[in-house]
């Protein structure tokens, strides 16, 4: 099966200044990769995705790029803001369906 | 729509108990899926339905594990016995199936089990 590995497990920045979380999957069958954020205490939220047939997508402060031949994507953040501290899973979808393989989670803390 | 509901939000049980949570999709969703997340294991899949039927229970830890969908608007995760080993925070999630794959998260449902 799918297996997704994130990195780093933690990740502290000054306010401004970017974030990049790094994911690696294993299935070349994987065709979709969202990014989700986590709060304390509530569930994860969907803020991008991209698909196989695309290699770089953004919104606002917020892109993604995607490796298909090294099998990496990787989450980049810019002008980092406080309200941008909490935990964000990748994590990848192959060919069954719309099964979620996720990776461990980066906890990201964004220092005024 | 008020997203998907889950119930109860919070479980404090002793070891051997029977343990029931609840969940509502989103009105529409074709797709429900039962997630359990522990600083130890991440965010585990434990099963999911399409249409109400089971179709992947490979992430379900044990017999003592079961779920069911009676319908498009209801599933249950029931733990029977419950261990401490089971404290975790169990989301739900529901998605539509297509073109987007997004998977809408519950609140999730805090079990502990003393």
């Not at chain 1, 979380?21 to 569930?43: M, R």
């Not at chain 1, 990787?74 to 935990?87: G, K, N, W, Y």
Request: proline share 6%; glycine share 8%.
């Amino acid at each position: 099966g799918e297996n997704v590995e994130q990195h780093p497990s933690t990740l502290s920045v000054q306010e401004g200044d970017s974030a990049v979380i790094k994911c690696t999957y294993s299935d070349s069958a994987s065709n979709y990769f969202p990014w989700y954020k986590q709060e304390l205490g509530k569930g994860p939220q969907l803020i991008i995705d991209i698909r196989s047939n695309v290699g770089e997508k953004k919104d606002q402060r917020i892109a993604v790029t995607l490796n298909k031949t090294a099998k990496h994507f990787s989450l980049h953040i810019t002008e980092t803001q406080p309200e941008d501290s909490a935990v964000y899973f990748c994590a990848a979808s192959g060919a069954a369906g719309n099964k979620l393989t996720f990776g461990g989670g980066t906890r990201v803390l964004v220092k005024p | 729509d008020a997203g998907v509901i889950q119930s109860p939000r919070h479980e404090v049980t002793e070891m051997g108990q029977e343990v029931t949570l609840r969940c509502k999709p989103i009105s529409g969703h074709d797709y429900l899926f039962w997630y359990r997340q522990t600083m130890m294991r991440g965010l585990e899949l434990l099963i999911y339905f399409n249409n109400n039927v089971p179709i992947d229970d490979s992430g379900m830890p044990e017999d003592r594990f079961s779920a069911k969908m009676p319908n498009a608007s209801f599933s249950t995760l029931k733990i029977q016995p419950s261990e401490p080993r089971d404290s975790a925070v169990y989301f739900c999630a529901s998605s539509l199936s297509g073109e987007s794959y997004e998977q809408y998260f519950g609140p999730g449902t805090r079990l502990t089990v003393t």
